[in-house]
């Protein structure tokens, strides 16, 4: 009767880490790649020879420095677009498949999962930080 080898059933999940990592267009492993990564090592430890407490611990305090890490640019990004309220701003943006400058005023900042979106005079589509060249006072 043939045996597999232990962890086969879970090695999807790890080639899909890897392959999200890979993926990765900064070439950084993502918390969600990391954690999977983590998990697949944890369940196919050898049982008789589990792994050493102190990589474990040195694992889970590099995840948790990554975490801080992205929470941080993320308030920090946030305080950017707050600190552009009332300030006039020069855009560069793709429309049409042709680059265009947007000049105007800063009336709104508005953040979610995608990063912080100014609304701008003049403009009727928001812009993002990345597109952001210039700022100056009104």
């Known amino acids: 009767m043939p045996v597999d080898a232990i962890g086969t059933a879970s090695d999807t999940s790890a080639a899909d880490a890897t392959t999200a990592a890979i993926q990765n267009p900064s070439n950084q492993l993502g918390e969600q790649a990391f954690l999977k990564l983590l998990v697949t090592q944890l369940t196919n430890q050898d049982p008789l020879n589990?792994?050493?407490?102190s990589q474990f611990l040195a694992q889970l305090a590099q995840f948790s420095t990554v975490e801080g890490v992205n929470n941080l640019q993320s308030a920090q990004n946030r305080q950017q677009g707050a600190n552009l309220l009332g300030k006039i701003v020069d855009a560069q943006i793709i429309q049409n498949n042709l680059p265009q400058l947007v000049s105007g005023k800063v009336t709104a900042v508005r953040w979610d999962k995608d990063g912080v979106h100014l609304s701008v005079e003049g403009?009727?589509?928001e812009l993002t930080l990345?597109?952001?060249v210039q700022v100056r006072d009104p």
């Open 50 to 53: 589990p792994q050493d407490q």
């Open 123 to 125: 403009s009727q589509k």
């Open 130 to 132: 990345d597109e952001v």
